[in-house]
C-alpha cells in the first residue's frame, strides 16, 4: 500500500489552492468517498450556505 501524503488542490470555483491533508483523506476513505475535494473549506462552506438559503 502506497503511503498517503497531503496533496495541493485547485480550488474549482475560486482558483485558490488549498490542502488536502492526509488526515482528510483518511476520513474521506473512511465515508467511503472516492473522489478528492473540487472546492476550498471557504467555497464549500458558501456553497452549502447558499443550498440551505433556498
Given at each position: ?14 482558483g485558490a489552492e488549498f ?36
Open positions: 500500500m502506497e503511503e498517503k501524503k497531503d496533496k495541493t488542490i485547485k480550488c474549482v470555483d475560486c490542502v488536502f491533508t492526509v488526515r482528510d483523506q483518511e476520513f474521506y476513505a473512511e465515508k467511503g468517498f472516492t473522489n478528492e475535494p473540487k472546492r476550498c473549506k471557504a467555497c464549500r462552506e458558501a456553497k452549502k450556505q447558499a443550498k440551505n438559503n433556498k
